[in-house]
């Protein structure tokens, strides 16, 4: 089963930045959570992941807590084609990355 | 570069029949996984693989259901016999490590 969880929805407005949670209580010292996205029935798309430091790239950034037990990504000024379904991955799950449920996330004109 | 490549993109099959699905890795990558995703649903782990063996195949429905990764060619996941519930979205992803992977933009199997 999914070791993270995450709020089933949330709604921001566009040009507004989206916070979206994720709790990954069960995660160890040295593995990795990462991040993805669905947009519709498209393919997922790898976003960003991250250990222990909070991490930036152009499409988001990513703060960890110092326990590592939840995280938060961040896309700093949403648009309409950031609706997706948002995926936080725990590595714990081992080879299968389990995807979970995620969080839809709706940009709002 | 070519990213990750799925044939067929839509597949349809009357009960009974086999379906194959093909996934070629982007250049470089050696590690494959397959994922299913039922209409509304979230995206289910079937099956990982490095060239020419099945690593973890603890997602795949214990009949029917068959995957490999020859050494060369594509990845193919194999479905026999197919029935109504097998109509999904089949998605591959593949990393050259583990952790970032690249996903197909997915096979859509559809059983009549």
């Known amino acids: 089963d999914a070791k993270t969880t995450q709020p089933p929805s949330m709604d921001c407005a566009e040009g507004r930045a989206a916070n979206l949670p994720c709790n990954h209580s069960?995660?160890?010292?040295?593995?990795?959570v990462y991040w993805y996205r669905q947009i519709h029935s498209q393919g997922p798309q790898y976003i960003i992941h991250?250990?222990?430091n909070n991490e930036t790239n152009e499409m988001a950034s990513l703060i960890i807590t110092e326990d590592r037990k939840s995280s938060t990504l961040i896309l700093p000024h949403a648009t309409l084609r950031d609706t997706a379904v948002y995926y936080c991955?725990?590595?714990?799950?081992?080879?299968?990355?389990?995807f979970g449920t995620g969080t839809s996330l709706t940009v709002i004109p | 570069n070519a990213g990750v490549m799925q044939n067929p993109r839509h597949l349809v099959r009357r009960r009974g029949q086999e379906a194959r699905l093909r996934c070629s890795p982007m250049?470089?990558?050696?590690?494959v996984y397959w994922y299913r995703q039922l209409p509304e649903e979230g995206l289910k782990f079937m099956v990982y693989?490095?060239?020419?063996?099945?690593?973890?195949e603890s997602g795949m429905p214990k009949e029917r259901f068959s995957a490999e990764f020859p050494k060369e060619g594509p990845s193919i996941l194999r479905i026999q016999q197919v029935v109504r519930g097998d109509s999904a979205a089949y998605f591959c992803?593949?990393?050259?490590?583990?952790?970032?992977?690249?996903f197909g933009e997915g096979s859509r199997l559809t059983v009549l």
């Open positions: 992803a593949s990393s050259r490590y583990t952790g970032e992977l690249f």
């Open positions: 991250g250990l222990k």
């Open positions: 991955i725990d590595e714990n799950t081992g080879n299968q990355f389990y």
């Open positions: 693989l490095q060239k020419e063996n099945i690593i973890d």
């Open positions: 250049k470089g990558h050696s590690h």
């Open positions: 069960t995660i160890s010292g040295n593995e990795y």
